[in-house]
C-alpha cells in the first residue's frame, strides 16, 4: 500500500495499516473525538517523521507485535530513498534473534518496494553481531566463549601476522579473512539487504569472513542492524562505529532497558581469581621483553621512540585487530604522550605488578568498602606511590606493548586487560561512580570471596556521546512507560514523547488485577506476608484455577528465584503442585541457561501436544526477556506480586542514592518505576501480534496503585470492574473472555477498526485536516499545548486511583497488622 | 573463633607457603592468630612470637639461613603486601619520592616532565633490582639531589602535604553534605507519613460525626493531603537545590594550586584578587575648575591631604556595579544537582553505615 504522509511517499508492505501505526493527531478539543477515544489515534509515523524533519531525540511506545519495526522501517526507508540527504539508518536492537527478525523485515520491505517501484533501488542492508555468530574458520568457531573466540580470531589477523607472513615465516592466518584483501574494499557484498544467515551463507560460498565483511562494509550501508553494544559500549563503539557520519538516524528498538545496558558499559568487576591471572600475566608479558631484548631489541627501540614523541597512529585506535580499546569515552581521553614513567616496557610490567599487588591486598579486607574514585586514588597513591596519569593511560599502553611484543596468544592476556580497563576508568572518571568491595557474595556466606566492583551510577554518561553526534536518536519499545523517566535518566531533551495505544476491534487480551483470594484474604508478595500460609495457598488456588481453565500454555512470573523456590516447596507440601499437575505440565527456569532451555523447549512441545504446560520464571530472568510465547505458547501469563528489585544490593542502593541527589529521582519512585517495566514485559511477552489473544493477571494488592505506571495499550485495557477481583471473580472473567474468543472472527470485521485500507485512510485524512485546523486556531485562542494536557490526564488518573482505593476501604498498614494478627492467634 | 580456620585456608589465594613461618614451622591452619611480620633488613618473614623470642634481648642475626643481617626488635613492621618483592619495591619510592619530589608545573614542557619522570623511574629500577654496582651509583645520585635542592624538596613536600590536607577536607565535606540530606530526606518522608495517618483519622473522624456524602468526605480529604504532601515536596527540592549549589563550590579539581606564598612578599590583604580598577585609569591630575583652588590652598595641603585620593574614591564610586549581571548570576545556580555529590552520597548509601529509616516497599528476595 502506498501512501503519503506531508510530502513523502511511503511504501508499506502490507495491504492494510492500523491506525496507531499511522499514527493520527490526537484529536482534542472535539467532544466526539473524545468519546471515540476508544481507537485512541496516535502519532508513530508521522510523529517519527517530525524527529527527522526538525532534527531531535524521541521517546515513543507502542505495542509490540503491532508491526512496530516494519512500521519504522518503512518509514525511514521511504525517508532515505526521497530525501536527498540519504541519512543513514542505525537500528539497534537487544538479542541476536531481533536483529534477525529486523533484517528479514527490511529485506520483505525492499523487496515491496522493488515491485511496486518497478526497479531495483541502490541499496545495501546488513546486521552485525560477534565474531562468535558469524565466524566461519573451522576450528575457532568452536569456541564456546565469546572472548576466546575474538581473542583467537585477533591472532589469526593482526597486522603483524600478515607481514611476517609476507616475509615468508610459517604463521597460522585465517585464509576467510585474507582473501578479504583480493576485493575491491567498498564492494565486499553485492547490493541489497543480508540477513545473519544470508551473508553467512555468501561468505561460506565464496570463502570470505562474514565478520568482517560486515565490519568493513558499515559506512557503504544505507542501514545496519546491530546490537546496543556496538554504540554503547566504548570498548566497541570506538572501532565499531566511529566512521558513521553525524546525521544518521539511530534507533534504539525494545530500550526499556537501555539504562542497564549504558550502566553495565562502563562498569567492571575484578575477582581474586582474575588478579592471580592477571599476575601470571605480567609475569609472563616480562619473559616476552627479555626474550624480545634479545631478538629483535629494535623493535623495542622502536616502541619507545613513538612514545617519547607522544606520535599516536591516527588509525591505530580503530585499528580492527587491537588487543583492546580504550573503556573509556572517547571525550574522556587524555590526547598527550604516554607519561614517561610507564613508557619503557619494563618500566610498564613492574607498574602493572604493583597495581596488581595493590588490589590483592585490598581484596583481603573483610568488611565491605564503598569509596569514591578519588579516594581510592589517594590511598593507592600513599601506599604504592601510582599517581593517577600513568593510571589513566594503562589500557593504551597495554594495547601498544601487545602490539609490539606480537603476541600471538592473547586470550592468556585477558585477566590483565580487566586490570587495565579497570585502571583507566578509575582514573578518568571521578563523578558518578563508585567502588565497592564485597567480600562475601551474601550476608550469610562464610567464605570469602570477594569481588571488587567499579560501578556506574550514573547512565547518561555513556549515552552521552550518542545523543551530542547524532541528529536523531529514536527511543521506542513496547513498554517503556512512564516515558518521562527516560529523558531524564539518560540526560536528554526530547521532541516528541508518545505513548500509543491499540486499537483492536475485539478484545483480545484481558488484563486483570487480582488483589484478594476467593477467601477475601489480600494478597501480596510484600515482605511481610509473602510467607504466610494463608497467602501462598492464595496464591496456590489461583494458580491451579488457571490452569483449569487456561488452553494450552501458561507463564508465571516470580519476583525472585530464591521466592519462587521457597513458594514452589511450600506449594509441594499444600498438595498443591498435586493438583495443577492433574492439568498441566510443570516446568522450571533456572538459573543455568542450558537448563533452562531444555525447560522451554519441553514447554513447547507440550504445548503444541495435549493439555499444554506451565511455565514457572523469573521476572528479571532471561525467559521474561527475550523469549516470545505467542499464540498457544502463551494464553495466560500470571504476575505474582510485583517485582520489585533486591533493594538490599549495595549497588542498587548506591544507585537510588544517586539518582535522588542528582536527578531529584525519588527512591520509591525508581523502585516502582522498574518494577512497573519488569511487570509489562512479562505481560507482553504473551501478546506478540493482532491476531493473537491472552489473559494477563497481576496477582499483587500492590498492582492497584500502579495502575497508572502500566504501559497505556494495557492499561486502557484494563477495566474498572476488572482491577481488584478476588480469584473466583477473576476466573468468571478469564472464561466469559475465553468464551468470547472461541467465536469466529472474520478478518473483515477488523477492517475499518483495527485495520484501514486506502480508502479509510483517505478518509480519516480529510478529517484529521480539518481537526488540524481547528486544533491550531484553538491552540492560538488559548495557548494550550498538548504537554499540558497530558499531565493533566495523568494527574486525574492518579488521583483516581488513590481515591478508588480508599473507596474499598483499603488501608495498607492497618491491613498488614491485622493480617498479622490474625496469624498470631 | 573456629569460624576463622577455615576461611583462610579455603581463601583461594592463599598459597599454603604463605601459612607456615619459616623459622618455627607454625601453621596458620592449627592457631589463626598467627602474624607474620617483616624487617625491612631483609625482608625475610616470620612469626611474631619468633620476634618475640629471638630479637626481644637485643639485637641478633636473622635466623633465616644464608641470611645472617644483624635486626632489631624495633624494625620489624607487618606487610602491607604479600609480595614482599613489591613490599621492599614500595619502600624504595618511599625513599626516592621524598627526594624527588618535583611537580609538572615546575616544568616548561610536558616533555621535559616526562624524561624527567622516566629518569626517576631508572633510577628506581636501579634501586631495585640494578647489580651492586649500579645500586652504589643510584644511592649517591639521590644523596647529591638531595644536598643540591634541600630547599625545593623542602618547598614541594610543603606543598603536597597541602595538597592531601585539601583533598582529605573536601571529601569530608561532601560526606557530611551527603549524611546531613540524607536525615532531612528520611525526616521528610516521616512527616509525609504522619500527616497521611491524620488524614486518614480526620476522615474517619467526620464521616463518623456528620451525616453527609460518604464520598464527597473522602475525596476533599485525599485532596488535602495530596496538596499538602506536594507543597512539602516543592519545599524539600528548594533544600537540595540549595545545599547542591552550596556544596558544589568545594568540588572544584584541578585548579593550578597556587605555589607556596614565597616570603618577600608583602601580606595581601585582599587574598590575590586584583583591585587594580580594570575599567579606568586614575590620572596624574584632572582639569576641573573648582578643584583648582584646592590644588594650590596651602590649608588643604597641609593636613596631608591629596588629591589623589579624592580622584580614585570618585572614580571607583562612578563605577561600581559596572559589568556585574545578577540575571546570569541566577541562571548559574542550575537545576541539577552536581554529580560529585550524588557520588558521595552513593558512596554513604551503600556502604552500610545507615539502615534507611523510613520503610520502602522495599521486597528483599525472601
Ligand atoms: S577472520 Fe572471520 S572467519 Fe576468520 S577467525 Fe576471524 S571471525 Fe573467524
Ligand atoms: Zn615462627
Ligand atoms: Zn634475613
Known amino acids: ?825 | 573463633m573456629y569460624r576463622n580456620a577455615p576461611k583462610s585456608v579455603s581463601d583461594p589465594s592463599s598459597n599454603p607457603l604463605d601459612d607456615i613461618c619459616p623459622v618455627c614451622k607454625s601453621n596458620r591452619y592449627l592457631n589463626p592468630s598467627l602474624q607474620f611480620l617483616i624487617n625491612p633488613e631483609c625482608y625475610h618473614k616470620m612469626c611474631s612470637t619468633c620476634v618475640d623470642r629471638i630479637f626481644t634481648s637485643g639485637p641478633s642475626s636473622c635466623p633465616v639461613p644464608h641470611c645472617g643481617r644483624t635486626l632489631r626488635k624495633k624494625g620489624f613492621r607487618k606487610a602491607f603486601f604479600t609480595d614482599l618483592h613489591v613490599e621492599r619495591e614500595v619502600d624504595i619510592r618511599k625513599r626516592v619520592s621524598e627526594v624527588f619530589n618535583r611537580r609538572q608545573d615546575e616544568f616548561e614542557t610536558l616533555l621535559d616532565w616526562n624524561n624527567y619522570l622516566e629518569e626517576v623511574e631508572s633510577l628506581v629500577f636501579d634501586l631495585v633490582e640494578g647489580s651492586a654496582a649500579e645500586k652504589t651509583r643510584a644511592e649517591e645520585r639521590l644523596r647529591e639531589y638531595r644536598d643540591a635542592y634541600r630547599e625545593e624538596i623542602e618547598g614541594n613536600k610543603r606543598v603536597g602535604k597541602e595538597e592531601v590536607e585539601g583533598e582529605r577536607r573536601r571529601e569530608r565535606a561532601e560526606k557530611e553534605g551527603a549524611r546531613a540530606r540524607r536525615l532531612a530526606m528520611a525526616r521528610e518522608v516521616e512527616e509525609e507519613k504522619a500527616d497521611v495517618e491524620k488524614g486518614k483519622r480526620d476522615l474517619l473522624e467526620r464521616l463518623a460525626n456528620s451525616d453527609g456524602n460518604a464520598n464527597a468526605i473522602t475525596r476533599q480529604a485525599q485532596k488535602v493531603i495530596l496538596k499538602k504532601s506536594s507543597a512539602r515536596r516543592n519545599i524539600t527540592e528548594e533544600v537540595l537545590a540549595s545545599n547542591g549549589s552550596a556544596n558544589s563550590g568545594l568540588t572544584i579539581r584541578g585548579l593550578k594550586k597556587k605555589v607556596a606564598p614565597v616570603e618577600e612578599k608583602p601580606y595581601d590583604p585582599f587574598g590575590g584578587v586584583n583591585i587594580t580598577p580594570a575599567r579606568f585609569t586614575v590620572q596624574e591630575s584632572y582639569d576641573n575648575e573648582w578643584l583648582g583652588n584646592a590644588k594650590k590652598d596651602t590649608r588643604h595641603m597641609a593636613g596631608g591631604y591629596s588629591l589623589q585620593e579624592y580622584y580614585a574614591r570618585t572614580m571607583f564610586e562612578a563605577f561600581s556595579g559596572l559589568g556585574v549581571f545578577i540575571e546570569e548570576e541566577v541562571a548559574d545556580r542550575g537545576q541539577k544537582g552536581d554529580p560529585s555529590i550524588g557520588t558521595a552520597a552513593a558512596a554513604e548509601a551503600s556502604g552500610g553505615k545507615i539502615n534507611i529509616g523510613h520503610k520502602m516497599e522495599i521486597d528483599d528476595v525472601f
Not at chain 1, 541476536?96 to 515491496?112: F, Q, V
Not at chain 1, 601470571?280 to 629494535?298: F, H, P, T, V, Y
Not at chain 1, 581521553?333 to 596488581?356: S, T
Open chain 1, 1 to 825: 500500500m502506498r501512501f503519503n504522509i506531508d510530502d513523502l511517499p511511503v511504501l508499506f508492505p502490507y495491504p492494510r495499516i492500523y491506525p496507531g501505526q499511522l499514527g493520527m493527531q490526537r484529536l482534542k478539543c472535539d467532544p466526539d473525538a473524545n468519546l471515540s477515544s476508544q481507537n485512541n489515534m496516535r502519532i508513530y509515523m508521522c510523529d517519527l517523521k517530525k524527529t527527522l524533519d526538525e532534527g531531535g531525540h524521541c521517546v515513543l511506545e507502542m505495542p509490540s507485535g503491532t508491526g512496530k519495526t516494519v512500521s519504522l522501517l518503512s518509514l525511514i526507508v521511504a525517508y532515505q530513498q526521497y530525501y536527498p540527504e540519504h541519512r543513514k539508518l542505525i537500528y539497534c536492537s537487544r538479542t541476536m534473534s531481533e536483529i534477525e527478525k529486523a533484517l528479514a523485515e527490511l529485506k520483505a520491505l525492499m523487496k515491496y518496494r522493488e515491485e511496486q517501484l518497478g526497479h531495483k533501488e541502490d541499496f545495501r542492508g546488513l546486521g552485525l553481531t560477534s565474531r562468535k555468530n558469524l565466524c566461519l574458520h573451522p576450528s575457532v568457531k568452536r569456541e564456546k566463549s565469546g572472548a576466546v573466540v575474538d581473542a583467537r580470531c585477533r591472532s589469526l589477523t593482526a597486522g603483524f601476522v600478515k607481514e611476517k607472513k609476507e616475509r615468508g615465516e610459517d604463521v597460522p592466518v585465517c585464509i576467510y579473512h585474507d582473501n578479504l584483501d583480493l576485493l575491491e574494499p567498498h564492494n565486499l557484498v553485492p547490493n541489497g539487504v543480508w540477513t545473519l544467515d544470508g551473508i553467512m551463507r555468501y561468505g561460506e560460498e565464496h570463502k570470505q569472513c562474514p565478520y568482517f565483511t560486515s565490519r568493513r562494509m558499515m559506512s557503504f550501508c544505507n542501514v545496519i542492524i546491530y546490537s546496543y553494544h556496538y554504540l554503547l559500549d566504548p570498548k566497541i563503539a570506538e572501532r565499531v562505529s566511529k566512521e558513521l557520519s553525524n546525521d544518521c538516524i539511530v534507533v534504539f528498538d525494545e530500550a526499556h532497558n537501555i539504562d542497564n545496558v549504558c550502566i553495565e558499559s562502563l562498569s567492571t568487576d575484578i575477582t581474586e581469581d582474575s588478579l592471580r591471572k592477571a599476575t601470571r600475566g605480567a609475569q609472563n608479558l616480562e619473559n616476552k621483553i627479555l626474550e624480545m631484548r634479545d631478538s629483535d631489541a629494535d623493535k623495542l627501540k622502536n616502541e619507545y621512540a613513538k612514545l617519547v614523541e607522544g606520535l599516536r597512529d591516527a588509525d591505530e585506535a580503530r585499528e580492527e585487530d587491537a588487543f583492546m580499546s580504550n573503556p573509556a569515552l572517547p571525550d574522556d581521553l587524555l590526547k598527550e604522550a604516554v607519561p614517561g614513567n610507564i613508557r619503557r616496557a619494563e618500566h610498564f610490567v613492574a607498574f602493572l605488578k604493583r597495581f596488581v599487588e595493590y588490589l590483592k591486598t585490598r581484596m583481603k579486607v573483610r568488611q565491605v568498602i564503598s569509596e569514591t574514585p578519588p579516594s581510592f586514588l589517594a590511598h593507592l597513591k600513599e601506599y604504592t606511590f601510582i599517581e593517577k596519569k600513568p593510571l589513566r593511560f594503562c589500557a593504551e599502553r597495554l594495547t601498544s606493548l601487545v602490539r609490539t611484543l606480537e603476541l600471538t596468544n592473547i586470550e592468556d592476556y585477558q585477566p590483565l586487560q580487566e586490570v587495565a580497563t579497570f585502571a583507566t576508568l578509575v582514573a578518568t572518571y571521578e563523578k558518578g561512580f563508585l567502588l565497592i568491595l564485597e567480600p562475601y557474595e551474601s550476608d550469610t556466606a562464610e567464605v570469602p570471596n570477594p569481588v571488587l566492583h567499579f560501578t556506574c551510577l550514573d547512565a547518561a554518561i555513556a549515552i552521552k556521546p550518542v545523543f551530542d553526534r547524532f541528529s536523531s536518536v529514536i527511543i521506542t519499545s513496547g513498554t517503556i512507560s512512564p516515558l518521562e523517566m527516560y529523558p531524564k535518566m539518560l540526560g536528554f531533551e526530547t521532541v516528541v514523547q508518545e505513548s500509543y495505544s491499540m486499537t483492536l476491534a475485539r478484545r483480545s487480551f484481558l488484563p486483570m488485577i487480582v488483589t484478594r483470594g476467593s477467601d477475601q484474604v489480600a494478597i501480596s508478595s510484600g515482605f511481610q506476608v509473602r510467607n504466610e500460609p494463608s497467602v501462598v495457598r492464595n496464591y496456590g488456588n489461583l494458580l491451579t484455577e488457571f490452569s483449569k481453565l487456561t488452553p494450552d500454555g501458561m507463564v508465571v512470573f516470580f519476583p525472585s528465584y530464591l521466592y519462587m523456590e521457597s513458594i514452589i516447596s511450600m506449594w509441594q507440601g499444600m498438595g498443591i503442585l498435586d493438583e495443577v499437575w492433574k492439568y498441566k505440565l510443570i516446568l522450571v527456569e533456572t538459573p543455568d541457561a542450558q537448563e533452562t532451555s531444555l525447560a522451554l523447549e519441553t514447554y513447547r512441545t507440550a504445548c503444541c501436544n495435549g493439555r499444554g504446560a506451565i511455565l514457572l520464571c523469573v521476572a528479571r530472568g532471561k525467559v521474561s526477556e527475550g523469549i516470545d510465547f505467542d499464540h498457544q505458547y502463551g494464553r495466560t501469563v500470571l504476575c505474582i506480586g510485583v517485582p520489585f528489585q533486591y533493594t538490599e544490593s549495595r549497588i542498587l542502593k548506591a544507585r537510588l542514592e544517586f539518582l535522588r541527589e542528582t536527578y531529584r529521582i525519588r527512591e520509591n519512585d525508581f523502585l516502582s518505576f522498574d518494577a512497573m517495566r519488569h511487570a509489562a514485559q512479562c505481560l507482553g511477552r504473551v501478546l506478540r501480534g493482532k491476531d493473537d489473544y491472552g489473559i494477563m493477571v497481576l496477582a499483587d494488592r500492590r498492582f492497584l496503585k500502579k495502575r497508572s505506571q502500566l504501559p497505556k495499550w494495557i492499561n486502557q485495557a484494563l477495566l474498572d470492574s476488572e482491577i481488584n477481583l478476588s480469584t473466583d471473580m477473576a476466573v468468571g472473567s478469564a472464561k466469559k473472555f475465553l468464551r468470547g474468543m472461541a467465536q469466529p472472527f472474520k478478518a473483515s470485521d477488523q477492517e475499518g477498526i483495527s485495520t484501514w485500507s486506502i480508502a479509510d485512510l483517505e478518509r480519516f485524512k480529510e478529517k484529521q485536516e480539518d481537526e488540524t485546523i481547528r486544533a491550531l486556531t484553538e491552540a492560538q485562542r488559548n495557548g494550550a499545548d498538548t504537554g499540558d494536557v497530558q499531565m493533566e490526564n495523568t494527574r486525574n488518573g492518579n488521583e483516581a486511583a488513590v481515591a478508588r482505593d480508599d473507596e474499598y476501604g483499603f488501608n495498607d498498614d492497618e491491613l498488614e497488622a491485622g493480617m498479622m494478627e490474625l496469624d498470631n492467634k
